[in-house]
């Protein structure tokens, strides 16, 4: 997400800081480097030019030029106008407490409705409601049959009717009536049909279901990788039947951010939610200040808790830290906690979450995370449970056969064994407060090749002859022990 526009702003901070102090010249050059960053992000002219123009103003001026910190007043700035630019954003869906509400989902035709209808009924249920989903696209004769598949997934009932005998206007009156009457539901999604474009045909088929179903909420759907088209066919959309919210979807894709930083200063629709994914858990709150750092590269950390609150629970991890506190954290809890953090979304994207990471990875094109956890799944897959327990029993033998069994090499087997062996120790150390350990197994861990990503440890030269390491706090203890001994020696 957003790769290339992260990689220009930061070039253009940069030149705000060419030859050392900010002057009035390198804040406009920056600011052309900008400009040039969001046009080459697909965002339109006309609001690439407000926000410059928002910026300058505010940047140029004595009262940045003589601040603390200029460069990063400037910033500071142009964060603070990203955020104004994707917001203010109100997620709330307009429920009642006491009826039957209805939310309406339209969109282009392949933009995510479907799959939104069944990721946002998804949530609704999570919080506690009980959705019902209407099958109001009789355009496409797999339609139905689409919803009825997700609905099932997702363990939510499916309103449809015979496409033959009925009308998209029907089912969607059917669907609500239904609703009421059996009360089995309180909030009821209606998917409907898209088209390639904006046709009249298809605004007077949503625009008869506006006017009689009366929805209380009308969701457009947008398919982020289409930048400023998206951004045009919201303008229309939201023209004809007043749209009270966006949903990005697709913004896992290769995006360039332009419609994620347009849709709300083009239509004065937010964004309220962002489609990350195929899966139906991959729908997320739209927060324009999360989505401004993502922007700049400074990681959304945010998202990231609430990400991993979400998979694991209290109880589990607090199971988890009592093992590894009793050193009983075996491979096969190794590979649960690995699927966890997998379940999470792709590394990549995870990792990007961790403010400064993204630049790192940029850097390193080859990281391919995702990849290597596979290959650790299926050498773990392979072994038998009393192995993943006991790993101490895996001897020549049984590492062929693992590695045979998984497809790979029996030195790949040695290594996760080695690492496994490492990482529990560390996590004992972690577990039970003993920093000496967790430091001697990152320290391990970076001797077998693997990162520090902390950069919490000591550089070489602070290592001890014997081998250990040595803080500042110790080295100032010996060295006042050899200072009194000499005293002694002299005084001998
Ligand atoms: N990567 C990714 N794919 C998505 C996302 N949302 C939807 N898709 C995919 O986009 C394709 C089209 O999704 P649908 O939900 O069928 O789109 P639709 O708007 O209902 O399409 P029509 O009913 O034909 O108009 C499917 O392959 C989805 O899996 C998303 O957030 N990320
Ligand atoms: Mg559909």
């Not at 320290?443 to 002859?465: H, I, T, V, W, Y």
Request: charged residues 30%; glycine residues 8%; proline residues 3%.
């Amino acid at each position: 997400m957003f790769e290339s526009i992260t990689k220009n702003l930061n070039e253009a901070f940069s030149a705000f800081r060419i030859g050392g102090k900010l002057t009035e010249k390198n804040i406009r050059d920056g600011l052309q480097q900008v400009r040039q960053a969001l046009l080459e992000a697909d965002v339109s002219y006309d609001v690439t030019k407000e926000f410059i123009d928002k910026v300058a103003e505010e940047a140029v001026g004595d009262k940045v030029l003589k601040s603390l910190d200029p460069t990063e007043q400037v910033v500071g700035i142009v964060y603070q106008e990203l955020v104004n630019l994707m917001g203010p954003v109100d997620h709330s869906l307009a429920i009642k407490r006491n009826d039957v509400s209805v939310i309406m989902m339209v969109g282009l035709q392949g933009s995510g409705k479907t799959t939104t209808c069944g990721k946002l009924a998804r949530l609704l249920k999570e919080q506690g409601h009980r959705p019902l989903l209407v099958a109001a696209d009789l355009q496409r004769p797999a339609a139905i049959e689409q919803l009825r598949v997700i609905g099932e997934q997702i363990g939510v009932p499916v309103y449809s009717e015979d496409p033959k005998t009925s009308s998209p206007l029907k089912v969607c009156q059917n669907g609500v009536k239904q609703a009421k009457k059996t009360g089995d539901a309180d909030i009821v999604i209606l998917d409907t049909a898209g088209r390639l474009h904006v046709d009249d045909e298809l605004m007077a088929e949503l625009e008869a279901i506006d006017r009689k179903v009366r929805p209380d909420q009308a969701l457009l759907v947008c398919d982020a990788m289409t930048g400023q088209d998206a951004v045009n066919s919201a303008k229309t959309f939201n023209e004809a039947l007043e749209i009270d919210g966006v949903i990005l979807s697709k913004m896992d894709g290769d995006t360039r951010g332009g419609a994620a930083l347009s849709v709300k200063q083009v239509t004065g629709v937010p964004i309220k939610f962002i489609g990350v994914g195929e899966q139906l858990d991959r729908l997320e709150e739209f927060h324009p200040d999360r989505m401004a750092s993502r922007i700049m590269g400074g990681g959304d950390l945010q998202t990231l808790m609430e990400k991993a609150q979400r998979e694991f629970d209290a109880d589990d991890m607090e199971r988890q830290q009592q093992k590894m506190r009793e050193g009983k954290f075996s491979l096969e809890d190794f590979r649960n906690q690995m699927r966890k953090v997998r379940s999470m979304g792709p590394m990549k994207e995870i990792m990007k979450m961790i403010p400064g990471m993204g630049g790192m990875l940029d850097a390193a094109d080859n990281v391919d995370a995702d990849k290597e956890m596979s290959r650790i799944e299926a050498i773990i897959g392979s072994m038998t449970m009393d192995e993943r327990e006991n790993p101490q029993k895996i001897d020549r033998n049984r590492r062929n056969r693992i590695a045979i069994g998984s497809g790979c090499d029996p030195t790949d087997v040695s290594q996760l064994l080695k690492q496994y062996d490492s990482i529990a120790g560390m996590m004992k150390g972690m577990a039970g407060g003993g920093m000496k350990d967790q430091w001697k197994a990152m320290r391990q861990m970076q001797e077998m090749g693997m990162s520090d990503p902390s950069g919490a440890l000591p550089k070489e030269k602070n290592r001890s002859k014997r081998g250990g390491l040595v803080s500042k706090e110790e080295k100032r203890k010996q060295n006042k022990k050899q200072k009194q001994a000499r005293k002694k020696n002299r005084r001998k």
